[in-house]
């Protein structure tokens, strides 16, 4: 295991269990009172009993540095006092001092580290008065500039760990955002595919019923046309599952597979209004205005909004009705009218909570434009959608 490697080990270790680093920052200060005092010295006291006690308490606090760094500070600085006013070498154990006050401040409140400021300059002001020849002024100052320095590092440290834990807190946010935004994405995907095979399947359904009534209508009479009626349901049959696999498909394919088909628009209006005609529905596309070219999206929308008007006339409209289809190109909106003469019964959608009309309006709210639906005075039902896109595009 490389330096690396150990570093990150450790860092590990420490979020974990900080209490075993801290631990072991107290048993080292320990032994390194011990050694350094034990050598001799002229200026200072031998070492006895009771600076191996004063030692031993001075260190011991350090077990708990970063779980209450102020009481570390108040405790372990009594015996290091005491230390100094004895005569005994306080090398080692003494800067740790310095460490406690730098905890505060990495580790507290800035109402806890103006305390541990003020009170390690009451032990500075102290040492002077009780032991001058150990700390003069030149000792209070430097001493001073030292807890000055290990404080102003501590609140550089918690500054700096508080910005990494915003930082991580915004890029867990953002994670989150993605995460949230993807299945929002999937959500929509999996709507849009759902109004597209609504419209397919409820479309085709009512065209099959329409020509499975009409056959079941003649058989008897008429086996030519029932026969008739049988195959153009099975022609309408085998395009709706076209068309369904075209949906299915445009999840896994692009623009770019060679078996990739661009979806309807409405140039195909016409084709729809043939497999109606031959349904037993007259419809009739009319255009106005000079075409334009239309984003494919809003083209399919189009397509759809009128598919779904026409499925609503196949269903309610009634016997002997006939539709029709005004296309409307205006400057930079598409406006539709479907419009049927048919005496069925009131409509406001394709059954009981009209989810026809509801995709409808969900599909046109997309492009910012507006649904109206509503009888006609002299009898007969409209569908009016209009889609703008240049409009749209300039907000």
């Known amino acids: 295991m490389g330096v690396d490697g150990f570093v990150t080990r450790l860092r590990v270790l420490d979020a974990r269990r900080p209490w075993v680093l801290d631990s072991a920052l107290a048993v080292l200060l320990l032994l390194g009172a011990i050694l350094t005092t034990s050598a001799p ?63 505060v401040a990495a580790w507290s409140s800035m109402r806890s580290t103006l305390l541990a400021a003020g009170y390690v300059f009451t032990i500075l002001v102290v040492l002077t008065v009780l032991v001058p020849w150990e700390m003069g002024p030149a000792e209070l100052i430097t001493n001073g500039a030292v807890f000055a320095g290990a404080l102003g590092l501590g609140r550089g440290t918690l500054t700096r760990r508080a910005n990494l834990r915003l930082l991580a807190e915004r890029a867990e946010l953002a994670e989150r955002a993605r995460v949230e935004e993807a299945r929002r994405a999937v959500s929509d995907e999996r709507l849009r595919i759902a109004q597209e095979l609504h419209d397919v399947i409820g479309h085709t359904l009512g065209v099959i019923a329409l020509q499975a009534g009409v056959g079941a209508h003649v058989i008897d009479a008429d086996p030519g046309e029932a026969k008739a009626s049988l195959l153009a349901v099975q022609s309408t049959s085998r395009s709706a599952l076209t068309e369904i696999r075209r949906i299915l498909g445009a999840l896994r394919s692009d623009e770019s597979d060679p078996s990739y088909q661009a979806p309807p628009g409405i140039e195909a209006l016409d084709r729809l209004a043939a497999d109606l005609n031959g349904a037993g529905l007259p419809v009739e596309i009319r255009t106005e205005g000079a075409a334009a070219d239309l984003p494919p999206a809003l083209d399919l929308t189009a397509y759809r909004v009128v598919q779904e008007s026409l499925t609503n006339v196949v269903k309610h409209a009634g016997p002997g009705a006939h539709a029709t289809v005004t296309v409307r190109h205006e400057a930079g909106a598409l406006v539709l009218n479907v419009d049927d003469d048919g005496a069925g019964v009131a409509r406001v959608g394709d059954g009981p909570v009209g989810h026809g009309h509801l995709g409808m309006r969900e599909r046109v709210a997309v492009w910012g434009g507006t649904l109206t639906t509503g009888p006609l005075p002299g009898g007969g039902y409209r569908v009016t959608a209009r889609l703008p896109y240049d409009e749209r595009a300039d907000r």
């Open 41 to 103: 010295s002229h200026i200072s006291r031998p070492p006895d009993a009771t600076m191996y006690a004063l030692a031993f308490l001075a260190a011991a606090p350090f077990v708990l540095r970063r779980r209450a760094p102020l009481a570390v500070l108040l405790i372990t600085s009594a015996p290091v006092l005491a230390l100094i006013v004895l005569g005994y070498s306080t090398a080692l154990v003494g800067a740790g001092l310095f460490l406690a006050a730098y905890t």
